[in-house]
């Protein structure tokens, strides 16, 4: 704790005062005594008033934060000032967070703690920025008995926290009854046929069922239509290839491209690790990580500390090392998970790759489409300039749909969705994957 003061408004207000005072003596001569006389008066009274603040001991602060805060989403933070004095304590309290990694609403504030009381404020907090920050003493400023000055004291203690990508979509899927998650998560859940799952039960048939699911035996057995009820197949493995390359660096919205691929990417993992599924990472195009493939609900929290302060980079992805690295590490067969920005320059890097990847892995590529392309093909054409925009949009479409189709036709699944709506599209295919059996 440190501390020193400072003169307040209202003091510089009446040395001001006095000053211009000072002029009546230059007319009236007779008058300076009495003007030396207040500002002798006014010199005890700020004398005194600094010394009652100076050895006045200092309040006490208690930040009340969460360890770990999800990227984008508002959070309140409370300060807890304690007033250990007989007097009240008046403070302008300011919160000394990474100012740089988050924006914040309703500071500074200033407020009176009564004598042997406690005062709780709140402030708004969002982070822009994931990784681990940390934050400084609060910032108090003490105002003396008689308001003339101020002590700047830095109190409480420095707090670190982790923000990670936004888990509150994961949060959300957990609160809603399971009737309710899909439907609002924007993830559809269709009717199962009990191909290329696990069987689970026998029970009477139901208007609905598919006529594959009639168990033939059963039903000559009981004279009546018996179905078969199948669950998902479990002890699959989910691999996500993270493109940490300089193309995830680009920016729609408050987040960037790579800050929704790792969003999509979290509760995609929830979804799988629910299923019985394992699930792993490895990251390039930057920062190398390899978080190997596990199941169990005990895998998310690890797996979002592996990967929360990852950042995209300037450098190039290199598809084809990437490729290589997932066949020497996952041997045994996986759903791959590519996360990326694509272009139609890619093709010659990505083809050789993919068609590496699908000899032995069902391959989904989950591509990031820019919403802005969408928005300028709705815009009216009224000039030449807006007419060429529209065509070169046109042809750059065409050209990265052209790319698509050649990675379809090596085997792969291509998502080309705008980031918000990332996150359900891929829940959606991954567990029609799984309804079909193709794992």
Known sequence: MRFFLSPTPLLLLWLMGWTLLGLAPAFWPEWLPYWLLVGGLLLAVAAWDAVALHIRPPSQVERLIAPALPLG?????????????KQPATLTVFDHYPTAA???????QRLTVEPGGWIELAYR???VVRGEWTFAPVQAWLESPRGLWRRDDRLGEPATVRVYPDFAAIVQYIRLTSDQRETLLGIHQRRRRGEGQTFLQ????????????????ATARTRKPIA????DERNQTVLFLLDCGRRMRAQDDDLSHFDHALNAMILLAY??????????????????RWLVPRSGPGTLTPLINGIYDLQPTLEPPDYAEAAQLTLTRQRKRALIVLLTNLRDEDQDDLRPAVA???????????????PILDEWLTQPIHDLPHAQLYATICHYLL??????????HLGSIVLDTPPQRLPAAMVNQYLELKRGGRL
Do not use: M
């Open 73 to 85: 989403a508002w959070r309140t933070v409370r300060l807890r000032i304690t007033n250990p004095q």
């Open 102 to 108: 988050a924006d914040c609403a309703d500071l500074p």
């Open 125 to 127: 907090l969002r982070p």
């Open 202 to 217: 026998l029970r009477e048939y139901r208007i609905g069922d598919s006529l594959r699911q009639i168990d033939w035996k």
């Open 228 to 231: 078969r009820d199948y669950q």
């Open 271 to 288: 979804v799988a690790l629910r299923q019985g599924d394992a699930v792993g990472v490895q990251s390039f195009g930057g920062e190398q």
């Open 356 to 370: 590496l990847l699908s000899r032995r892995h069902l391959v989904l590529i989950a591509n990031l489409r820019e």
């Open 399 to 408: 050209q990265r749909e052209r790319v698509q189709q050649e990675l379809r």
